[in-house]
Every structure is written in C-alpha cells, then in structure tokens.
C-alpha cells in the first residue's frame, strides 16, 4: 500500500487510495493505519487522488474519528477551489465523528469561514453542519455557551436570524440539542423564536425539539401552523419591503423558494402557499417586463391581462407600486 501510494503515476496512487478505504471498512483494526495514510494523501498534487482520499476517509469514520492534528490538513480543503472538493469534505464531515471539543471548534470556524468565501456552499454547508451537531453532541454541549454567547452576567445583543452563519451555527446547535437536552439551558429568550424561523426555512435540516414547543407553550401541530403562518407573512412582508425600493427580482426568486420550503413542510398551508406563490409570480413578471426593453403596448396589454386575472382586492393593493411601469 504504502509503496502504491508512492508510485509516480497519479492513476496509481487512486487505485491505492480506494484500496486502502475497502481495506480499513472491512477490518477496522486496519482502520486507524489507513486513516492516517488517507489524511497524508490529501496534500497529493493530483485532484482526482485528493477526491479518493476523501471518499475513502467518509468510509472510514463509522470506525475511527479524526485527531486535532489530522484536522488542521483536513479542513484546509474547504479552500480550495475546486467545488466538488469542498462538497466532498462537507459530506465527509458530516458523518464524522470527532474526538475533542477543540475538534468540534476547529470545524465549525472552518465551515464559516468557507461559508463567508464561498456563499454558493450555503446548503452543502447547512448539510454537514447538521451531521457535525448530530454525532458529536456532547461536545457540542461543553461548547454551548461559547457557540451561543452565553455571558453569566451580560445580556447579548440578539443576532440577525437571517445571517447565514448565525444559521449554520444554530443548525448544528439544535441538532445536538436533539441528542443532548442540556444544550437547551444555555438558550437565550429569543432562541426559541429564531429556532421557529430557521425551521420554518430549512424543515430538512432541523430537528423537532419538543422541549422548544413547551417553552413556547404551545403543542406540536399548532406550533408548525403558526410557525409556517407567522414565516410566510414574514417573507411576503421583507418582499413587498424590498420592492418599495425597487423591483427585484433576485428577491422574489427567492422569496417562491422560501414559499415552496413552507409548502412541503405543511400540507394544512396548500392553499395559503398557492395564493402567496400567485402573487409573488405576478409581481415577478410585471419587474421583468419594467427591465426587458418592450413597447408600451406590449406592456400594456399584459398588464391589462394580469389585471382581469388579479380579482382579489390583496392583489390589487401589493400590485399599485408596480401599475406605473412605463
């Protein structure tokens, strides 16, 4: 093995690399060598060889968990260019398991760090955020106050619930808050209510915390239907918001994103969700057809025919900013 991974011909040292990860699965006496091998050959020349190296190591983390001097090699992939790379280390974070809270630390600055570099990384991100708090929950709880700016006398400033990093943070929080209740005294007041927010935006990512839901005092099922009602006003407020600035159309994309989240989390808001996606889809075509170089009279006639589709009197008081398109 050692002398494949040696070998001067890239496809070589490929095969070797995957090799070794079958090797270290099936013996897990075998896998503690192999890791250390794998971890070395992340600083290999070839990419392709690095992507083995990496897929290998996730193979291996059931058996074995990575040392705080291996990690420093580790995360230093979340720098790369590469996208497939980074994607591939986030997966192989995510199943994890880490040995030392300053393990637990050194990840998550890693992930915010590549979050702040790389924003386009925000899901894959989200994603190994949530495996890291899931499997190393215990040390997570050792890092709570930190995590959370937990001061024994000073009041915290409450944070923005829609700054991606505060979300990845408290991604991976509430998921070891599922394994570990303890995590749950060092919430601040307002915890609860961003914890609504986030999983009203990422339901995939974020546990059902019923320790939450006595907090607010309120049970499970009307907690999600006011949690999903209370999201969408909101994102139709920050949207019409916006538009009083100016039409955006970045923001009504995202907007029907959120909006579609919402509707595959709660089938009770179907018909909330269809008419927010209506309204939202209409103002998006009336912004592009004010950006698009058209003719008047072609703008006219399709306002005139999103006009007779519009018979709601809420359409027609969100659509009064936007009937002066010239």
């Known amino acids: 093995m050692v002398h494949g991974m040696e070998d001067e011909v890239g496809v070589v040292r490929l095969t070797t690399v995957r090799a070794l990860g079958r090797q270290g ?20 020349e070839v990419e392709s060889v690095r992507l083995g190296a990496i897929a290998s190591l996730q193979a291996l983390t059931e058996n074995v968990s990575l040392h705080e001097d ?12 590469n996208v497939e790379m980074r994607h591939g280390l986030h997966s192989m974070l995510a199943t994890c398991k880490l040995n030392s809270q300053v393990s637990v630390r050194r990840v998550l600055k890693g992930l915010l760090d ?11 991100i989200l994603r190994c955020a949530k495996g890291v708090g899931r499997n190393n929950a215990n040390f997570v709880a050792l890092l709570a106050p930190e995590m959370l700016s937990k001061h024994p006398y000073l009041s915290q400033t409450e944070p923005s619930a829609d700054d991606s990093s505060y979300i990845a943070t408290m991604v991976l929080v509430f998921n070891a808050a599922q394994q570990n209740s303890v995590i749950l005294s060092f919430f601040h007041n307002y915890t609860p209510k961003h914890y609504v927010y986030i999983y009203s935006l990422h339901p995939d990512l974020v546990p059902l915390l019923p320790q939450v839901h006595k907090i607010l005092h309120s049970p499970i099922n009307s907690f999600l239907s006011s949690t999903n009602t209370g999201s969408l006003n909101l994102l139709l407020k ?12 970045n923001i009504m994309v995202k907007t ?15 018909q909330q969700t269809a008419y927010a996606s209506m309204l939202i889809s209409i103002l998006l ?3 592009k057809l004010k950006v698009n170089s ?11 025919k999103i006009k007779r589709r519009c018979i709601r009197p809420l359409l027609f008081q969100n659509l009064l900013y936007f009937h002066r398109i010239r």
């Open 114 to 124: 590549n979050l702040k570099k790389y924003p386009q990384d925000m899901a894959s």
């Open 70 to 81: 291996q990690l420093e090699t580790v995360m230093s992939i979340l720098e790369e260019f």
């Open 25 to 44: 699965l099936r013996r897990p006496v075998f896998g503690a060598a192999a890791r250390d091998l794998l971890v070395d050959m992340l600083n290999d």
């Open 294 to 304: 058209v003719g008047a009279p072609v703008k006219e006639r399709v306002l005139s």
């Open 285 to 287: 075509k009336i912004c």
């Open 238 to 249: 920050k949207c019409f918001a916006a538009c009083q600035v100016g039409p955006s159309s």
């Open 256 to 270: 029907l994103e959120n909006i579609r989240k919402i509707k595959n989390c709660s089938k009770t808001m179907a």
